[in-house]
């Protein structure tokens, strides 16, 4: 099933370079849960949408920006918002329609929002890890079975983690599965405890 090919979002231009921003094109993709018992097997139709903020971020609010602390070159810019065009997550946006075709495999969490998301460790050039966080919301298609819609993606830094001065919570998983079958089936996602 092919989608329409107008890109979401226009190149950015930054001094003269060029960063093109089609691989956030929304995209169709089927999810198999394989048999199991006497359940066989399901498969989810999905369209995979994304957000401007994958690859730009706000002021950082804590340390008191705003946008004026930023270039006007850096300034992205939408019909709701103004954003700053953020490198590392543009380069870490390029591995998202990679890690999303497999989410299936990733455990997922519920946010304090209860909005969702999972976390994939990623190895940065320098060959450092870092947790790569992605934020994402699940309605029903009439199109297609799920639309799953990607919020945020970033990187979770230590300063962020100094920033909460506290031990991380600690969530239960809920299966990717399990948020797909609820969402078709307009049922209530419990979350886990």
């Known amino acids: 099933m092919k989608l329409d090919k107008q890109s979401a979002f226009p190149p950015f231009q930054l001094n003269g370079c060029h960063y093109d921003l089609s691989h956030l094109n929304a995209f169709y993709w089927v999810f198999r849960q394989a048999a199991k018992g006497v359940l066989g097997e399901k498969i989810y139709r999905c369209v995979i949408e994304f957000s401007h903020h ?4 706000s ?37 998202l329609p990679a ?31 870092i947790d790569y966080e ?39 998983p809920i299966s990717f599965f399990v948020l797909l079958h609820n969402t078709l089936a307009n049922k209530k996602i419990k979350r886990p405890k």
């Not at 919301?137 to 230590?158: C, G």
């Open 134 to 172: 992605i934020y994402f919301s699940l309605k029903k298609s009439k199109k297609y079975d799920v639309h799953i819609f990607i919020n945020s993606a970033y990187a979770r830094d230590e300063q962020y983690k100094h920033q909460q001065g506290q031990r991380p919570i600690r969530r239960k």
């Open 99 to 129: 890690i999303l075709r497999n989410m299936d495999k990733q455990k997922c969490y519920f946010t304090s929002a209860d909005d969702k998301f999972m976390t994939v460790s990623l190895q940065q050039l320098d060959g450092s890890m």
């Open 59 to 95: 002021p950082n609010i804590h340390k008191g920006e705003t946008l004026a602390d930023y270039d006007k070159s850096l300034h992205y810019v939408t019909d709701k918002e103004t954003r700053i065009f953020d490198m590392q997550r543009y380069h870490l946006s390029q591995q």
């Open 54 to 57: 994958c690859f730009s971020k």
